[in-house]
Nanobody
Framework: QAQLVESGGGLVKPGGSLRLSCVAS????????MGWYRQAPGKERELVAV???????NYADSLKGRFTIFRNNAKNTVDLQMNSLITEDTAVYYC???????????WGQGTQVTVSS
């Protein structure tokens, strides 16, 4: 079982930046994808960005250029750098780990990001 712990959420003004961090611990396959999803009030959870242990990265099309994902395989961490934030980025951001072979999936508890003036 993997445990995911997120940090770094908070309140930021439009145009500002935030960096979210997630660390995975416990037992899980090293061949995996780690990434971030978000869920705004009244909306479904959506992909933000994901990075595989092999180095592939995928972003939601609407977020390319503003958000950057960083992964450290040795430390089992994945960070999300968010720049030029807008009010529509307000959501709970969840860290996710999906094992490549088993497809077992783990979620963090979520961290709130609020973009407001």
């Amino acid at each position: 079982q993997a445990q995911l712990v997120e940090s770094g959420g908070g309140l930021v003004k439009p145009g500002g930046s935030l960096r979210l961090s997630c660390v995975a611990s416990g037992r899980f396959l090293s061949l995996n994808a780690m990434g971030w999803y978000r869920q705004a009030p009244g909306k479904e959870r959506e992909l933000v960005a994901v990075a595989t242990s092999g180095g592939s990265v995928n972003y939601a099309d609407s977020l390319k250029g503003r958000f950057t994902i960083f992964r450290n395989n040795a430390k089992n961490t994945v960070d999300l750098q968010m720049n030029s934030l807008i009010t529509e980025d307000t959501a709970v951001y969840y860290c996710n780990l999906r094992e490549a072979i088993s497809s077992r999936e783990y979620w963090g508890q979520g961290t709130q990001v609020t973009v407001s003036s």
